[in-house]
């Protein structure tokens, strides 16, 4: 059973360029995590939220956790050719042990 | 402060042939990760070790062995090495998790080739 959905699987956009990218579970996680992998890197930590509803800002990144805590999205605004990477979301649920993640969404930001 | 470590980095097996990927953290962490990548692809949890002294299977456990040797060192065995198994094998460590989250650390990376 598929815990959790990225979409898209793959975007490639021109430097400058909005974009979002969405990670849905019919879950609900105590809490979600979002990673960066570059390539011939393992993934780096980029935010965690906790709360439904919750907005957090890193630079030109947004992430957002829905109300209802099954769902979250990331916003890169005027994205640059450093913000290529595979972007996973990890959920986390009340308990659980396991560190599982999404298939990721694998970006491409063309200068 | 190295973090996760992960031996070898490159490895070319022969289909049946066995070997260990090890790894090591020097965090104190108590639970640890043992994931694979295939090419454009998302990682799928193999095992996993909660703390010293267990561990669980993940997503594709099939073909693997696991073995937390302490605290630190959590390594993954291929008895019998398969084409399908080629992939690049990720380690990665983090307090126990609370459910609130805290962060994982991960390795360089081991990249496996079976022919």
């Known amino acids: 059973t598929q815990l959790l959905e990225q979409s898209p699987q793959f975007l490639s956009i021109q430097e400058g360029e909005n974009l979002t990218v969405y990670c849905n579970s019919s879950s609900v996680f105590s809490s979600l995590q979002w990673y960066r992998q570059e390539p011939g890197e393992g993934p780096v930590l980029l935010v965690t939220v906790v709360t439904g509803g919750e907005v957090k800002k890193l630079k030109r990144l947004t992430f957002q956790f829905g109300d209802a805590r099954k769902d979250s999205s990331l916003h890169i605004t005027a994205a640059q050719p450093g913000d290529t990477g595979l972007y996973l979301c990890?959920?986390?649920?009340?308990?659980?042990?396991?560190?599982?993640f999404g298939q990721g969404t694998r970006l491409t930001i063309n200068p | 402060n190295a973090g996760v470590t992960q031996t070898p980095k490159f490895q070319v097996l022969k289909t049946g042939q066995s070997m260990t990927l090890q790894c090591a953290q020097d965090m104190n962490h108590n639970s640890m990760y043992w994931y694979r990548q295939d090419p454009g692809m998302g990682l799928r949890l193999i095992y996993y070790s909660a703390s010293e002294g267990t561990t669980d299977k993940g997503e594709v456990p099939n073909g693997y062995n696991v073995s937390r040797l302490n605290k630190r060192e959590f390594s993954l065995r291929l008895e019998s090495a398969a084409p399908s198994q080629t992939s690049v094998y990720f380690c990665?460590?983090?307090?126990?998790?609370?459910?609130?989250?805290?962060?994982?650390?991960f390795g360089q990376g081991t990249r496996l080739t079976v022919v």
């Open positions: 990890g959920p986390r649920l009340r308990g659980a042990q396991k560190l599982v």
């Open positions: 990665a460590s983090s307090e126990a998790l609370s459910g609130r989250g805290t962060e994982a650390f």
